[in-house]
Nanobody, 123 residues
Framework: QVQLVESGGELVQAGGSLRLSCAAS????????VGWFRQAPGKEREFVAS????????NYADSAKGRFIISINNAKNVVDLQMNSLKAYDTAVYYC????????????????WGQGTQVTVSS
């Protein structure tokens, strides 16, 4: 079974940076597109960024453009989300997801999910 495990979430100050990692079982990054989503308290889960299975294409939510970078580290078999210039509204549980999603930004088009990692930005 496909397994995704997120790590890297923690408490940071506004303006700071964090790098989240999504570790996957097997070679799923060669078969599936991978996305990062987040869910703040009382809010719906929202798209943050995604990367194609080849790693050639990336997509970002408007809120993430210019601040976040998604990438595949093939050597470590992880997908990272580098988050810079963090703001209070970035506070949320961040989830890694995989699936045959294409260019979709909908969580419903991603099949496999990690357990989430908490990111808290103080300001």
């Amino acid at each position: 079974q496909v397994q995704l495990v997120e790590s890297g979430g923690e408490l940071v100050q506004a303006g700071g940076s964090l790098r989240l990692s999504c570790a996957a079982s097997g070679r799923i990054f060669s078969r599936y597109d991978v996305g990062w989503f987040r869910q703040a308290p009382g809010k719906e889960r929202e798209f943050v960024a995604s990367i194609s299975r080849s790693g050639a294409y990336t997509n970002y939510a408007d809120s993430a453009k210019g601040r976040f970078i998604i990438s595949i580290n093939n050597a470590k078999n992880v997908v990272d989300l580098q988050m810079n210039s963090l703001k209070a509204y970035d506070t949320a549980v961040y989830y890694c997801a995989a699936g045959s999603s294409g260019s979709s930004t909908s969580p419903y088009d991603f099949t496999y999910w990690g357990q989430g990692t908490q990111v808290t930005v103080s300001s």
